[in-house]
C-alpha cells in the first residue's frame, strides 16, 4: 500500500519561507498544504505565486492534513512560535538559529517530549559541498595529521538592513552565519573542545556584531579559526586546512581550491627567497620536484535529503539527523563566544 504524501506548511514567507517553498515543491515524498505569514502582502505574494495562504496561525495548525510545520520567521519569536506548534501535535522544524539562548532551546526540546512530536532544526549547511570536501579529507586523514582548520565567509555590504541588525530580534552574525559554521565543525571535528577565544567586531553597527573571529583549541593540539565578516573587500579563502603532509584551501562557493602534498620528505633544501631588505631560506618555498598538486575531491549532495530524514523520522524510520544535544552544544559555543567577547578573556570548556 502506497504511503499517503507528508503534509506540510511554512509559517512565515520572507526569503527562507519562499526557499522552502520552492524545495518542498520539487519533492514527491510530501505536499505543501500552505503558507501564513503574519504580514498581509506577503500571503498575497504567495496566493499569486499559486501556494494557499492561511488566514492565520490557527487555522493552519487546525488543518489535520498539516503533520509538520516549518518555522521561518525571526529568530526572537522561534521559542513561542515552535511551542505552540507542538502543542497542537504538529512535528515542528525551526529555522536556525533555534533561539537565542540554551534556556529557551531546553524548554523546545522538553515540549517536543510534553507532545510526543519531532523537533528539529534546519542546519542546512550540513549539505553543502564545500564543507563535506573538508570534511571528507579530515576524516580519510588525506593531509596525515590535521592540526589548523580555518573556515570562513566573507562579504563586503555590512548586516542586511531587516531585523538582523537589531539585537532584540536576535539579529548579529555569530546568530546568523556563526551558528552555521560552528555546526560545521563540530560535525567535523571528533575531538573534545578544550576551549574558545573570540572578538567581535562592530563595524558597521554598534547594536549586534556584523562579524566576528574565534579560536577553538580542541584536543590533539588541533586549532580551528571560524570567522565571519561583512566588510572585507578582498575575501580570504573559504577554507583552509593544514595537515603534516599538506594543506587544503577551497577559495569560494564555486569550489575553487587544491590540494598540495609533499612527495619528497629527504629533500628539504629550497632556494633562498630575495626581499627589498634582504633574504630568507626559512620561508622559501618547497621547490617543485619535492610536492605534488591534486585537485579537491568530488562531493554531490541534495540538501532535501534534509527533509527526507526529517519526514522518515517522524515515520519512525530513521533517527533524526539534526539532533537535539548537536544544536545544544551549537548554542552553549555561541553563548561562550559571546561570554568571550564581552570580557576578552578565554572560555574554558
Known amino acids: 500500500m502506497e504511503q499517503k504524501k507528508f503534509g506540510v506548511a511554512i509559517i512565515g514567507y520572507g526569503g527562507m519561507g519562499t526557499w522552502h517553498t520552492q524545495e518542498l515543491q520539487t519533492m514527491e515524498e510530501l505536499t505543501l498544504c500552505g503558507v501564513y505569514d503574519i504580514l498581509p502582502e506577503r500571503n498575497a505574494a504567495a496566493e499569486q505565486a499559486g501556494l494557499h495562504a492561511y488566514a492565520s496561525r490557527e487555522e493552519l495548525l ?3 492534513n498539516v503533520q509538520l510545520v516549518t518555522v521561518a520567521i525571526p529568530n526572537d519569536l522561534h521559542h513561542d512560535v515552535c511551542i505552540d506548534c507542538m502543542k497542537h501535535g504538529k512535528n515542528v522544524i525551526s529555522e536556525k538559529p533555534v533561539c537565542l539562548n540554551h534556556q529557551e532551546l531546553q524548554e523546545m526540546i522538553d515540549a517536543s517530549k510534553e507532545y510526543g512530536v519531532l523537533f528539529t532544526v534546519h542546519q542546512n549547511r550540513r549539505w553543502d559541498e564545500d ?10 586523514g588525506t593531509l596525515g595529521r590535521v592540526f589548523n582548520i580555518e573556515s570562513r565567509v566573507h562579504g563586503s555590504r555590512g548586516i542586511p538592513g531587516d531585523w538582523r541588525n537589531q539585537k532584540e530580534h536576535g539579529g548579529g552574525m555569530v546568530l546568523d552565519w556563526g551558528v552555521h559554521l560552528l555546526d560545521q565543525i563540530l560535525m567535523m571535528v571528533d575531538k573534545p573542545l578544550r576551549s574558545v577565544y573570540a572578538d567581535l567586531s562592530h563595524v558597521t553597527n554598534e547594536a549586534v556584531d556584523d562579524g566576528f573571529k574565534a579560536l577553538l583549541h580542541f584536543d590533539d593540539d588541533l586549532t580551528v579559526q571560524v570567522e565571519v565578516g561583512t566588510s572585507n ?3 580570504l579563502p573559504r577554507w583552509y586546512m593544514q595537515g603534516e603532509n599538506g594543506t587544503a584551501v577551497i577559495d569560494d562557493w564555486d569550489l575553487s581550491g587544491k590540494i598540495v602534498m609533499v612527495s619528497d620528505w629527504e629533500n628539504r633544501d629550497a632556494v633562498p627567497v630575495v ?3 634582504g633574504l630568507t631560506k626559512t620561508m622559501a618555498p618547497r621547490t617543485d620536484e619535492t610536492i605534488e598538486t591534486y585537485p579537491l575531491p568530488k562531493v554531490q549532495s541534495d540538501v532535501r535529503d534534509f527533509y527526507r530524514n ?3 523520522a517522524c515515520r519512525g524510520e530513521e533517527e533524526q539527523l539534526i539532533r537535539h544535544d ?8 555561541m553563548e ?8 576578552g578573556q578565554t572560555v574554558i570548556f
Not at 548537536?326 to 559555543?333: G, T, W, Y
Not at 561562550?336 to 570580557?343: D, H, K, L, P, V
Open 62 to 64: 487546525q488543518d489535520p
Open 131 to 140: 564543507y563535506l570536501i573538508m570534511k571528507k579529507l579530515y576524516d580519510e
Open 233 to 235: 573587500f578582498i575575501s
Open 275 to 277: 626581499t627589498a631588505a
Open 310 to 312: 526529517v519526514i522518515k
Open 326 to 333: 548537536q544544536v545544544m552544544n551549537v548554542m552553549k559555543l
Open 336 to 343: 561562550a563566544i559571546f561570554r568571550s567577547g564581552e570580557t
